[in-house]
């Protein structure tokens, strides 16, 4: 089979404003035409599965059957080793309609402590994206990216969105909260592994799909 390549018109399976702005820049040097199921009105899938990969699929093919484009999604989330997991698939809920992310903290932070997981190595967690990108023929690419660190307590740093000022990256002194965007979301020129879950899954994604294309 002719390996795929991503290349002209392609869909970002996601109404979410932020989630697209850090996709388009991570697809600018790359010469992909990008729209947004959000900007073409699409409607939006439940999320109904049980792994992020399986949520990020039912995006993905919502928005190549609808569009008939090549389309990309990303779903991911944050996982508390503690906690069994959790919020993981429901990062997004835990913060409530408001996306209001002060009390989704606080509540990591609460549970952390109703475990007695005081000591940096009672507080692992990670961070996952999985990326789908679904051609309108049915061929579909999983990518995903991980990246390791500890729940810290009082939240640091004003940058990033969601949980980024309470997890501390391993091999670092700052939060993602306290780091630039480029530091945090930044794909490498030297080929050395980014930072974040995304841009990780990102740079497995651009070497498959994307590498021929490079302007
Ligand atoms: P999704 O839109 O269903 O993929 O939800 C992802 C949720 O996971 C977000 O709303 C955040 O709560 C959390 N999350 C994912 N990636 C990050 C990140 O890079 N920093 C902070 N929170 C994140």
Redesign the pocket.
Known sequence: MTPRTLSGRIVIATH?KG?LAEMRELLAPYGVDATSAGELGLPEPD?TGFMFSE?AAIKSRAAAAASGLPALA?????CVDALDGAPGLF??N??GPG?N?AP?MARVEEELRKRGATAPEQRRAH?V?ALTVTWPDGHEELFEGRVFGTIVWPPRGPR?????PI?LPDGHART?GEMESHE?HGVPADGSEAL???ARAFQKLASALLAKNRA
Request: glycine share 10%; net charge neutral; charged share 30%.
């Open positions: 979410n989630k999320e949520n990303d779903d991911s989330g944050v990062s997004a835990w913060a996306k992310f989704a961070f994206s990033g969105f969601g949980y980024d997890f993602f945090k974040s879950h995304r």
